[in-house]
């Protein structure tokens, strides 16, 4: 089952699937084709659809017509099944897209990028190697700018960089570009960005944001009161189903509590009185 960390990752991309192509061509100096779109596809590979053959999230580019599907696998630990499964998700895409395709894996941790780094031996002289994104490979974005062109890799940052010096700066820098987000987004990525710094860092930060301007300082304030009120209406929420037998996924909870909408809460709540299902309730 993926845990949240995975599941607010996957996020990131879900949220802006240009992140995917951005981390090819400018971190890993991949080659990509001329595209003029960019979208999310079904992570189904296999006809059969067995639950190893789907994959996180596909993200396609195109131009007039598939030209490179970017299988995006959020990897959290060696999990030696996956070194079976990711040559199986270029094939079969590329057979049912008729377009190249290769695997991007996304990791926290410089270990595990190592080790998925590692050539696949398919066969003999045929040889799949993944192509991955550690810590080491996310740019350190402290310029407000850049992160206000892109927040989502503004968020990656933090959580690639948070322990290391002057991550405050870091984290500076993704609060500021999340204030033109919607205040869903806003107050889920605040909550990343804290989450992923050091305790030195949260402490940095704070001095920081309470040096800024009144404005910053307000508006974010607002927000998570707002959230805090939200917050209660998720958890209230989950309770429901919970009392109900429905038991939400890591991805049904992490929309739940992610929602600083009081009003869609609200609906929710009342839906989960008679809903059958999860898939119902949303």
Not at 158 to 172: K, Q, S, T
Request: some cysteine; charged content about 25%.
């Amino acid at each position: 089952m993926p845990s949240l960390t995975h599941e607010a990752l996957l996020l990131l991309f879900r949220n802006r699937p240009e992140l995917a192509p951005e981390l090819l061509r400018d971190a890993l100096h991949v080659a990509l084709p001329a595209y003029s779109e960019v979208r999310i596809e079904s992570a189904n590979v296999a006809e059969l659809e067995p639950a190893e053959y789907r994959a996180d999230l596909v993200v396609l580019l195109v131009e007039g017509k598939p030209v490179l599907a970017i299988v995006v696998e959020v990897q959290l630990s060696q999990k030696n099944e996956k070194r079976l499964s990711w040559p199986l998700y270029v094939v079969g895409l590329r057979a049912r897209l008729k377009c190249p395709s290769c695997v991007l894996v996304v990791t926290p941790t410089e270990g595990v990028a190592r080790w998925c780094r590692e050539p696949i031996e398919i066969g003999p002289g045929n040889v799949f190697v993944p192509l991955v994104i550690g810590p080491a490979s996310v740019p350190f974005i402290d310029d407000v700018d850049v992160a206000e062109r892109d927040p989502e890799l503004a968020v990656l940052s933090c959580i690639a960089h948070g322990n290391e010096a002057h991550a405050e700066v870091l984290g500076r820098a993704a609060l500021l570009a999340t204030l033109r987000l919607s205040d869903e987004r806003q107050v889920l990525y605040s909550d990343l960005v804290f989450a992923a710094l050091s305790e030195a860092a949260r402490a940095a930060l704070e001095d920081l944001m309470a040096g800024g301007t009144y404005e910053f300082q307000s508006d974010f304030a607002k927000k998570h009161q707002a959230k805090g009120r939200a917050e209660g209406r998720a958890e209230a929420l989950l309770a429901v189903l919970e009392a109900r037998g429905l038991r939400a996924s890591d991805e049904a909870r992490v929309r739940i509590l992610a929602c600083a909408d009081a009003t869609q809460l609200d609906a929710w709540i009342r839906k989960a009185a008679t809903a059958t299902s999860i898939d119902e309730l949303f």
